[in-house]
Nanobody, 121 residues
Framework: QVQLVESGGGLVQAGGSLRLSCAAS????????MGWYRQAPGKQRELVAL???????NYADSVKGRFTISRDNAKKTVYLQMNSLKPEDTAVYYC???????????????WGQGTQVTVSS
């Protein structure tokens, strides 16, 4: 079994910063893409940022220039540095990872439990 555990959410004023972390553990042979998604009340879950195993990253237009995704493959951890936060960034942030549990396995998508980020104006 694979677990993703997120940390780093909280309450911050507009213009502030937060850093989210997501650590993967369990039966893991390799991790391909890792990413962060968010879901605001009454809205669909949306992609925030995605990072490939080699380090190339993609961002939603709404966070480009403000958020940075990174990963530490040795620690099986992905990070999201969020700067210049805005009230519209308020949401539950979810970590996602595409994991191959064993060398003979397919790749499966796993989700973290979510961490709340609230930005006050």
């Amino acid at each position: 079994q694979v677990q993703l555990v997120e940390s780093g959410g909280g309450l911050v004023q507009a213009g502030g910063s937060l850093r989210l972390s997501c650590a993967a553990s369990g039966s893991i042979f390799s991790i391909n893409a890792m990413g962060w998604y968010r879901q605001a009340p009454g809205k669909q879950r949306e992609l925030v940022a995605l990072i490939a195993s080699g380090g190339s990253a993609n961002y939603a237009d709404s966070v480009k220039g403000r958020f940075t995704i990174s990963r530490d493959n040795a620690k099986k951890t992905v990070y999201l540095q969020m700067n210049s936060l805005k009230p519209e960034d308020t949401a539950v942030y979810y970590c996602n990872a595409h994991v191959q549990p064993a060398i003979t396995d397919y790749t499966y998508s796993y989700w973290g439990q979510g961490t709340q980020v609230t930005v006050s104006s």
